[in-house]
């Protein structure tokens, strides 16, 4: 992996010659949150395996990001999203600004409408307790809502203790899956 410091982040890519990458905007980098930061940890190791890009963001708004990520040489413009906390206030930006898709993690008990202008994926964890992070889930214990007009997917982790600490890896395992399913 190949990655370099900006003055307001970090970019990562499989490669320093890396061209029209999908690429996924993370605006975990700044604040005290520190529950979804192990999922964005994870999805900055999916980096080569799935030939993506990945930013992270330390100060900035949406606009602001989608502003400097778009024009670089190892965009693809068309395929830029963000990763971001469940806040409402982000909508509006996301949408005025063009990007693909939208990838938010929710605390449990805040529900999230999946009525809205671009994909969205919503991962969400219950308030259970696992032990450890190889603990697969079984296909049973994850809810999954569609919304075929929309793109979009809420998926609820059961037992990931709420914050999806525990389920960082399959949570991104299926990023990629729902990112795969969009470029088709």
């Known amino acids: 992996m190949y990655y370099f410091h900006f003055n307001k982040g970090t970019v990562y890519l499989p490669h320093k010659k890396s061209e029209s990458l999908p690429l996924i905007v993370s605006t975990y980098g700044r604040g005290e949150v520190h529950w979804p930061k192990r999922v964005e940890e994870a999805l900055r ?19 602001e990001m ?28 996301i949408f005025e600004d063009g990007l693909a898709f939208s990838i938010t993690t929710i605390p449990h008990g805040r529900e ?3 009525d809205t202008h671009i994909p969205k994926l919503f991962l969400q964890g219950t308030g259970e307790k696992v032990s450890l ?27 990931s203790d709420g914050y999806l600490f525990n389920v960082a890896a399959q949570a991104v395992n299926e990023v990629i899956i729902w990112l795969g399913k969009l470029k088709a």
């Open 112 to 114: 999230a409408d999946l």
């Open 45 to 63: 190791a999916a980096v080569n395996k799935n030939n993506m890009g990945f930013v992270v963001f330390h100060e900035g708004t949406p606009a």
């Open 133 to 159: 992070e190889t603990l697969k889930l079984k296909k049973d214990e994850i809810i999954r809502r569609e919304n075929a007009e929309t793109k979009s997917t809420h998926i609820l982790f059961k037992g």
């Open 66 to 93: 989608a502003a400097w990520v778009k024009p670089r040489y190892f965009t693809d413009p068309d395929r830029v999203g963000i990763f971001s906390l469940g806040e409402p206030v982000y909508e509006n930006d």
